[in-house]
């Protein structure tokens, strides 16, 4: 069977238009697909192979992603959010005789998603449509959910898989990362901060995306307002801190997350002031005083965990993230202890910015 067949007996509507499939080229898990046609119903959709490797337990994360679109589905009837398509069994995927693992969402018309931000008031609304995800969710049974991945954001379990690496590692590439190391090394203590508190409850666990970065969010082309949040295979218990944390990481960065110069790399105050606002204008009032005294501290620890994945990733040969060039995982990694240190220098800034927003929202 040819591959436009196989789709078509996939996805049945397919086999009534002409289509054409354009490769996504962002996301450094799955493969995906635009698909365009002049269907009626289903004009634009997604098409995404799973990456089975990082997700081992596909019915785990569907059923995830269905349960939670569901559920705000039904809080909200009025949000838009991307909807799976069923396949001709009538399931929320297919999984073929090779194992692999297919779906198909509809996409929203006129909207966008982008990995720089245009300016602060986008800024304001990715902080505000993640606060309001966790808002919408926090009655929801957190622990029904499947765990996609197991110790995502375990930050000292995330440091021994790096020391693992090392141990095995090719000794040019060792010798080529001692400065990261050390970096590393120097703050090691520090890592169990937020998962041992969500293992004493300390922290509540809620129920997280875990992956917050821009263009994980849906913007509406005209308006430029935040819609919702996609790529929700990543959905897990896990604390609030990962999520605002994460997205920080990200967005405070005007450089590349590969950026090679690492002159361009800084963490911008205004873009954290700016998502902050928004982020609290939603959630604030659902925080509890410890998620609120370490939010300014979430972006740095989340920066230093994602940097030492990408490093780990590169002494094993660069299995896990998708790279286009050889030092790719390196040099995400130089760009995130970079801004982690630039985080470092302006932690009191940070800290006083949340203090005053938390006083104006009162
Ligand atoms: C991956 O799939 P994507 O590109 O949205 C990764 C995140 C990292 C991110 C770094 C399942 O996200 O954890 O923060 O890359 N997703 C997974 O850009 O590992
Ligand atoms: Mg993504």
Known sequence: MSETNLLAYIFPFLGQVEFQAEVIKEGHIHNGWYIHSNHSTYPETILQKVNTHVFTDPQGLME???????????????????NLIPTSTGKIYYQAFDESVWR?????PNCYSTQITKNL???????????????????????????SIPDFHNTPKRYQDFLQALSTAD?????????????????????????????ERRLPWRVTHNDTKLDNILFDLDTHQAICLIDLDTIMPGSALFDFGDALRAMGNPAAEDEPDLTKVKFQIPVFEAYTQGYLAAAGEILTPLELSWLALSPWLITIEIGMRFLTDYLQGNQYFRIHYLQQNLNRSRTQFKLASDMEAQQSLMESIVQEIRNRIG
């Open 64 to 82: 995830n992603i269905y349960q939670i679109t569901a559920y705000l589905q039904k809080k909200n009837p009025s949000q838009k959010q991307l």
């Open 104 to 108: 198909m969402y509809k996409l929203i």
């Open 121 to 147: 008031r986008q800024v304001y609304e990715a902080g505000r449509v993640t606060g309001n995800f966790l808002k919408q969710l926090q009655d929801y049974p957190v622990h029904s959910l499947n765990i």
């Open 171 to 199: 000794p040019r590439l060792v010798q080529n990362i001692q400065p990261e190391i050390e970096f590393l090394r120097e703050r090691s203590d520090q890592f169990g901060l937020f998962w041992e508190a969500l293992y």
